[in-house]
């Protein structure tokens, strides 16, 4: 199969170690300038003096429900240059530097990768060892969460069982297969020779979702200490977003998902109340967050306001640096509407439930 088969569905999230994140050009975007912190009790503390999320009686500030975007992006710089180091810290493993300069490791890597592909595949092989059962688990976390909410969902019987059964046979791919060249030659296309570029894609038609590895090594701690549960929640969007899209309303040449029918209320809600979500060609990205949001929503249930917003943080960060495009609404949409006008995350903020929240089927108000 080749690249031109696969039905690119996910944007780029940002850069590999040659191509630098413009996320950084992001940080301290929010339209308020609301700093808040990165993680942690002394970003608290940082917090509480330039506008701090947290009111007395340990409510989120109002601020948060008004703009979840700025509460999750504000200061994203400092997170993304975290993600980074993760990033260089993992490779660093396989290259055995400890070199930390951004130019000598870009010369380490230049080095590497002018070796060829049998270092290529070394490097995949290490990458699969580090990060694989951290991967796995994360997949398997999401894919039950998706299956939570499908089930939860106001659809008739049979188009449930449907995208159960869709669902749970969505494979889900975080490394190349070394026996298939078509897949190296893919994971290399889409996520760099060093494997590190913040992408994932899905392809609805063959049920299949691939991740970089470079996203689950966003997930590991700074100096390349990978936790399952950090790597869960710094995939749980993605992955329900990609897996969503196998149960989703894309639409592209050659391919219509048999479930797009299926949201034609919730594209006429949307398309009544926003301008970024006027375009058709956008709603099988939607949909897609519409699911990853769903996912989301059962991840945070339970949790109080900070730890849900902390956790947002983690999970959707990588929309920070987006903007819109033909398929993709911008990343301030994404966030300010399917994300947080889901009921189950407004709770868990603390926030009240918007009334005319777009439901699956067109519903406003729904308890979803
Ligand atoms: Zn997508």
């Not at 039950?144 to 969902?153: E, K, P, T």
């Not at 200490?225 to 969007?237: G, K």
Request: glycine share 12%; proline share 5%.
């Amino acid at each position: 199969m080749t690249l031109s088969h696969w039905l690119v569905l996910f944007l780029s999230l940002g850069g590999n170690f040659t191509q630098k994140s413009n996320a950084r050009a992001l940080s301290g975007m929010g339209p308020h300038g609301t700093v808040v912190p990165s993680e942690g009790a002394r970003g608290v503390g940082r917090a509480r003096r330039e506008g701090n999320p947290i009111a007395a009686d340990g409510r989120l500030d109002a601020g948060v429900c008004r703009d979840l975007a700025s509460a999750v992006c504000g200061g994203r710089g400092g997170a993304e240059s975290r993600i980074e180091r993760s990033r260089r810290a993992i490779v660093r493993g396989f290259l055995a530097v400890t070199r930390t300069s951004a130019e000598s490791f870009s010369r380490a890597m230049g080095d590497v990768f002018g070796a060829g592909a049998p270092l290529v595949s070394k490097l995949s092989d290490f990458l699969q060892g580090r990060l694989g059962p951290a991967a796995t688990q994360a997949g398997e976390r999401a894919r039950a969460r998706l299956l939570q909410a499908v089930q939860d969902q106001a659809i008739p019987a049979e188009v449930k069982t449907a995208m159960i059964e869709r669902v749970r046979n969505v494979r889900i791919r975080f490394f190349p297969d070394p026996s298939d060249p078509d897949s190296v030659r893919r994971f290399i296309a889409n996520c760099g020779a060093d494997q590190m570029a913040a992408r994932a894609f899905a392809v609805p038609g063959e049920n299949t979702v691939e991740i970089c590895p470079g996203m689950v090594a966003g997930g590991a701690d700074e100096n390349g200490s990978v936790i399952p549960e950090a790597v869960a929640a710094s995939l749980m969007h993605v992955l329900a977003h990609e897996c969503g899209h196998c149960i989703g309303a894309d639409a592209a040449e050659g391919f219509t998902s048999e479930f797009r029918p299926r949201f034609s209320g919730f594209r006429g809600c949307l398309q009544s109340r926003f301008r970024d979500s006027q375009s058709d060609g956008r709603l099988g990205e939607m949909v897609a967050d519409f699911w990853g949001a769903q996912a989301l929503a059962r991840e945070v249930a339970g949790k109080r306001p900070m730890e849900a917003l902390e956790y947002l943080r983690r999970a959707v960060g990588p929309l920070c640096a987006t903007t819109a495009d033909a398929e993709h609404p911008s990343g301030r949409f994404r966030i300010n509407v399917l994300l947080a006008e889901t009921p189950g995350i407004a709770r868990s903020l603390g926030c009240r439930v918007e009334p005319e929240a777009c439901a699956i089927d067109g519903t406003v108000g729904g308890e979803r």
